[in-house]
């Protein structure tokens, strides 16, 4: 598959705890985005994070980029169940306007 | 709301049919690009248009087509429908021509092949 991986699959957590989330791809990348989904509709741009980037932050997400390890990881601190959703990574590698999709985590956040 | 809409939100068809689904983006966007979420997977990338031009194709058959008119709208054609065929279609435009830094996403066509 030319899509990267990311884990866990699925994420239960209580609210006010923080989720993490991990991302990894395979080959050498412009810049590495994440995107959130409800309900199966349209994606949501969250952040962008270049390749000479190693660290992020916006609002409560903190994104870190490992490009030696060709992986990045997403942080929400202080979750809400206004956060219920999946999260995809995305790495655009420069290829005729492609991004290429992990295959998400679904994050359920309890009230 | 992104700004990005597409129709129908929803279509059944029947294997070997024929389908359009359309999508008017962003004003000021003149990129757009589509792509194919089976259920329970990350989007997986179709085609991608800049300038009504094809900027670039993933792994899909030539059944799988496009359109990008004058006011940037877009359209993508399926023939000879496969039941595998059947999944999520989502349109994305951009704000720099072939710049994927961020991509907003149209809420997606639904379609069913029986």
């Known amino acids: 598959s030319q899509q990267g991986e990311e884990d866990p699959q699925a994420l239960s957590i209580q609210e006010g705890e923080n989720a993490t989330m991990n991302c990894s791809y395979k080959?050498?990348?412009?810049?590495l985005q994440w995107y959130r989904q409800n309900s199966g509709r349209g994606l949501v741009h969250l952040i962008l994070?270049?390749?000479?980037?190693r660290e992020k932050h916006s609002g409560r997400l903190r994104v870190t980029l490992d490009t030696s390890k060709k992986s990045s990881s997403l942080l929400i601190t202080a979750s809400r169940a206004a956060d219920t959703a999946s999260y995809f990574c995305?790495?655009?590698?420069?290829?005729?306007?492609?991004?290429?999709f992990g295959q998400g985590t679904e994050l359920s956040v309890k009230p | 709301e992104t700004g990005v809409t597409q129709s129908p939100t929803h279509l059944i068809k029947t294997r070997g049919q024929q389908v359009t689904l359309r999508c008017s983006s962003q004003?000021?966007?003149?990129?757009v690009s589509w792509y194919q979420q089976a259920l329970g997977q990350g989007p997986q990338f179709i085609f991608q248009?800049?300038?009504?031009?094809?900027?670039g194709r993933g792994n899909f058959p030539p059944r799988f087509s496009g359109l990008q008119f004058p006011n940037y709208s877009s359209e993508l054609n399926v023939n000879a429908l496969e039941l595998d065929d059947s999944a999520l279609y989502l349109c994305?435009?951009?704000?720099?021509?072939?710049?994927?830094?961020?991509?907003?996403f149209g809420s997606g066509t639904q379609l069913s092949v029986l």
């Open positions: 995305a790495t655009d590698s420069n290829q005729g306007g492609k991004l290429i």
């Open positions: 994070i270049r390749s000479n980037e």
């Open positions: 080959t050498s990348i412009n810049n």
């Open positions: 004003s000021g966007h003149n990129t």
């Open positions: 994305a435009s951009s704000l720099v021509g072939g710049n994927n830094e961020k991509l907003f």
């Open positions: 248009y800049y300038r009504e031009e094809e900027n």
